[in-house]
């Protein structure tokens, strides 16, 4: 069993910041790609932004500037620094892993349950 849980969610002003964490655990042999993906209701499911397990980033140009993923590879974790925010980037945000179990031969995706993100005055 692999889960990804989210935190760091929330309501915050046009202007403002907040850090959205991702941390997997269980059964894992090697974690590969980490990112982000948000949806707005109304809107499909988009991406935001991933990192390499080497640490190389990519990014929509959307939030290019304004967001920043790190990750924790002692942790299986990933963070989203999110400065700038503006009203559009209200949404689920979800956090996807590309996860090699032991015994296993492939990378399989697996997502985050999503944590809520609003930005309103």
């Known amino acids: 069993q692999v889960q990804l849980v989210e935190s760091g969610g929330g309501l915050v002003q046009p202007g403002g910041s907040l850090r959205l964490s991702c941390a997997a655990s269980?059964?894992?042999?090697?974690?590969?790609?980490m990112g982000w993906y948000r949806q707005a209701p109304g809107k499909e499911r988009e991406f935001v932004a991933d990192?390499?397990?080497?640490?190389?980033?990519n990014y929509a140009d959307s939030v290019k500037g304004r967001f920043t993923i790190s990750r924790d590879n002692a942790k299986n974790t990933v963070h989203l620094q999110m400065n700038s925010l503006k009203p559009e980037d209200s949404a689920v945000y979800y956090c996807?892993?590309?996860?090699?179990?032991?015994?296993?031969?492939?990378?399989?995706?697996?997502w985050g349950q999503g944590t809520q993100v609003t930005v309103s005055s």
């Open positions: 990192i390499s397990s080497g640490g190389s980033t």
């Open positions: 269980g059964s894992i042999f090697s974690i590969n790609a």
């Open positions: 996807k892993f590309q996860i090699r179990r032991p015994t296993r031969y492939s990378y399989i995706d697996y």
